[in-house]
């Protein structure tokens, strides 16, 4: 969770003859106060966890923050004193690990209640305990009338407190459904959140929609901020059916339309019936079959959306004039901070369109964009934009896009000025040793909260695999290096390998490379050639 929020003053690194020599502890001050800072920062921030145990409050977080980042400096201090002559990579990974348990820990705890001035937890708070009733948990299956009036009994219970209620992965039938409606009716009210995913699976269709009516009708009016109806292949029928609850719906902030076999006319239905999207901030439509026509429906939500912070449409059969069009419409989120639009057929027009998109996100952390047909024009086109903008980004991913090394210096460019950069992900390419060696000189100065990187299926060979290595494995709190399915020569494997003998976990599996790989040797002899003429090269970085 927070491995890659530490940081390594980039003048304690040398590159010297493929081997570099690094102090990794102890961390400055600069770095532990910026290690506290993104604790709060992510104990702070609305998600799955948060919904479940509860927000922490600002001063509150910070408070915790602090304690988390003392105790794990303490243990990770203990740990290179009995090694000090040791280059602190240990120690190193002992104050990420244990920084990452306790952060864990004090989410799960929630946040502390007063009272009568008093501290006390909030799962020892009545009302924190009443706020959150679900009955997702266990095996997927059938729930029928018996069963739902035992189940739903608490929601009976006079003056309850429930705010969020979850039907996930049970299926209603009439029966079940006869019994939730007066129930939801008496405390619709009083609901914020409401999960319905996954609540009819496995009904006849006549059936599904009619729970789907019977729901919907009996919720109509609720004020919801959150909404998810994923993976109930709602079709347009399906849409409509729900057309009650979506009509008076004005203050929804998380809406989630996954796996629903979204048509283009499914997405044109709820385009019509969501009176009001000012204020959502995430909106998710996965693995659907909206189309171009129907994307261009989605980005007219978008365009009144002027909140949006998390925009998903992958793998949702989008072209390259939905791409666009929805490119188009994104240039209206000014305060978007992650989109993900991967595996689509948004080609190197819609890719150009949404680079031009990209100065309006100035707090965007996370981008991707694999497998989007973008090639190396589109590729250049983000990448160039992304280095003038987002200068917060944590995550890159533009895999399986064609992207070969004639892109890669502007590639390198924009990886250079990310500094806050955790991931990165250019699986799937053509970007070869030479790619690979502008990449990894990238990546050589600062990054130190870098815990991921994916290079795999590039037609790298020894030279590229071997820079990359030496780069990633002296990062603090770095997890995991991909380099498999390249052309990398079994000398370059256990060289490799090598590299990695304090930290073998680090390193992803090899099992797929192949040392006789397409040109491996023609081209064998380039690979000195190439790592000579990029030693001494620098990337520019913004000031």
């Known amino acids: 969770m927070i491995q890659g929020y530490l940081f390594m003053d980039s003048t304690t690194q040398t590159f010297q003859h493929h081997k570099l020599s690094v102090k990794l502890w102890p961390p ?36 915790d923050a602090k304690q988390i980042e003392e105790s794990a400096f303490a243990v990770a201090n203990q740990n290179y004193e009995k090694e000090p002559d040791g280059d602190g990579s240990s120690a190193v990974q002992i104050y990420a690990k244990e920084s990452s348990k306790l952060m864990l820990e004090v989410i799960k705890r929630g946040p502390i209640a007063k009272v009568d001035g008093e501290q006390m937890m909030a799962e020892n708070a009545a009302p924190a305990n009443q706020t959150i009733f679900d009955i997702s948990g ?22 309850n407190s429930y705010t969020r209620i979850c039907f996930s992965n049970r299926s209603f039938g009439f029966g079940a459904a006869r019994v939730a409606v007066p129930i939801l009716m008496s405390i619709k009210d009083q609901l914020t959140e409401l999960d319905l995913s996954d609540f009819v699976a496995g009904r006849p269709e006549a059936e599904a929609l009619e729970v ?17 109806l994923s993976n109930n292949a709602l079709g347009e029928k399906g849409v ?37 999207t000012e204020k959502l901030k995430i909106l998710h439509f996965h693995n659907n079959m909206t189309g171009d026509e129907g994307a261009v429906s989605i980005a007219d939500i978008v365009k009144r959306s002027p909140m ?18 929805l ?18 057929m948004f080609g190197v027009e819609a890719g150009v369109a949404l ?37 917060s980004l944590e995550v890159l991913d533009l895999a399986g896009n064609d992207i070969t090394a004639n892109a890669a210096t502007s590639l390198a460019a924009c990886i250079a ?48 695999a071997r820079l990359v290595a030496q780069v990633a494995v002296i990062k603090p709190g770095f997890k995991m290096l991909n380099i498999n399915g390249n052309f990398i020569s079994d000398e370059g494997i256990d060289e490799v390998k090598d590299i990695f003998k304090q930290c073998p976990d680090m390193l992803g599996p090899l099992d797929e490379n192949d040392p006789e790989g397409e040109d491996n040797d023609e081209d064998a002899d380039d690979e000195d050639e190439l790592e000579s003429k990029l030693k001494g090269m620098k990337i520019k970085q913004e000031e």
Do not use: W
């Open 417 to 464: 000025a990310k500094q806050f950069l955790t991931k990165l992900n250019l699986a799937e390419n053509e970007l070869k040793d030479e790619g690979a060696l502008l990449i990894g000189k990238s990546l050589v100065e600062g990054h130190g909260q870098l815990t991921e990187v994916d290079l795999s299926v590039n037609s790298i060979r020894i030279a590229g």
């Open 138 to 159: 266990g095996r997927r299956a059938f729930i029928e009338e018996e069963e739902a009036e035992d189940l739903l009994g608490p929601l009976r219970e006079p003056r």
């Open 212 to 228: 789907m009516n019977m729901f919907s009708s009996a919720l109509e009016g609720c004020q919801l901020r959150y909404l998810n």
């Open 28 to 63: 400055s001050q600069g770095t532990r106060l910026m290690l506290v800072e993104r604790m709060t920062k992510n104990l702070t921030m609305p998600s799955i966890l948060s919904r479940k145990y509860g927000l922490l409050s600002k001063e509150e977080a910070e408070g």
């Open 240 to 276: 409509r059916a729900f057309g009650a609850l979506m009509k008076s719906q004005n203050n929804l902030e998380e809406l989630y339309l996954m796996n629903d076999g979204i048509s283009e006319e499914a997405a044109q239905a709820i385009c019509e019936l969501i009176p009001s």
């Open 355 to 391: 680079s031009k998109a990209l100065a309006a996100f100035p707090d965007l952390t996370e981008v991707y964009l694999s497998y989007l047909n973008l090639e190396d024009e589109g590729a250049e086109a983000l990448a160039v934009a992304l280095k003038e903008s987002a200068p």
């Open 327 to 344: 490119a188009e419409a994104l240039a209206t989120c000014t305060h978007l901070k992650k989109l993900d639009l991967r595996d689509n």
């Open 308 to 325: 949006l912070e998390d925009f998903q449409c992958s793998s949702t059969r989008v072209g390259s004039e939905g791409g666009v069009a």
